[in-house]
């Protein structure tokens, strides 16, 4: 007979001195990456923006109490979001390859990647980053 074995975490949080206690399953979420919209602003003069926000998968709201590093990997630029998760890199048109790195792991194999091809001149690139969720 095979005996199943079911592995409960009992966590606590303090919170601005509340405690928050869960006795659950772990659950891991994959993440996943939109591309909103692709247009195009004269105003950028020949440079192209690549913006847009970093979300939770679960609920599609920023993190509050974690940053994330944003870069372009041919070109090293690193920036990190805002409080709302939003970023926003200005760029030359071209292909670029982004690398979107949450600071609750800072391990590169939780590293999310999104290769834009063909970046024109005045092209605006909205993205979502849906981050990838442990829930214990």
């Given at each position: 007979?095979?005996?199943?074995?079911?592995?409960?975490?009992?966590?606590?949080?303090?919170?601005?001195?509340?405690?928050?206690?869960?006795?659950?399953?772990?659950?891991?979420?994959?993440?996943?990456?939109?591309?909103?919209?692709?247009t195009i602003d004269h105003s950028l003069?020949?440079?192209?923006?690549?913006?847009?926000?970093?979300?939770?998968?679960?609920?599609?709201?920023?993190?509050?109490?974690?940053?994330?590093?944003?870069?372009?990997?041919?070109?090293?630029?690193?920036?990190?979001?805002?409080?709302?998760?939003?970023?926003?890199?200005?760029?030359?048109p071209g292909t670029y390859t982004i690398?979107?790195?949450?600071?609750?792991?800072?391990?590169i194999e939780n590293a999310q990647y999104?290769?834009?091809?063909?970046?024109?001149?005045?092209?605006?690139?909205?993205?979502?980053?849906?981050?990838?969720?442990?829930?214990?």
């Open positions: 007979m095979k005996a199943i074995l079911k592995i409960t975490v009992l966590s606590a949080v303090i919170i601005c001195g509340l405690t928050f206690i869960s006795c659950s399953p772990i659950v891991n979420t994959p993440g996943r990456i939109e591309i909103v919209s692709r003069q020949d440079s192209a923006v690549i913006h847009g926000y970093l979300l939770s998968v679960l609920d599609e709201r920023p993190f509050f109490f974690h940053r994330a590093e944003i870069s372009i990997v041919e070109t090293g630029f690193t920036t990190q979001d805002s409080d709302s998760g939003y970023f926003s890199i200005k760029i030359l690398k979107v790195l949450d600071d609750r792991y800072l391990r999104l290769r834009v091809s063909d970046v024109l001149p005045n092209e605006k690139i909205k993205v979502i980053f849906f981050r990838p969720e442990t829930c214990f």
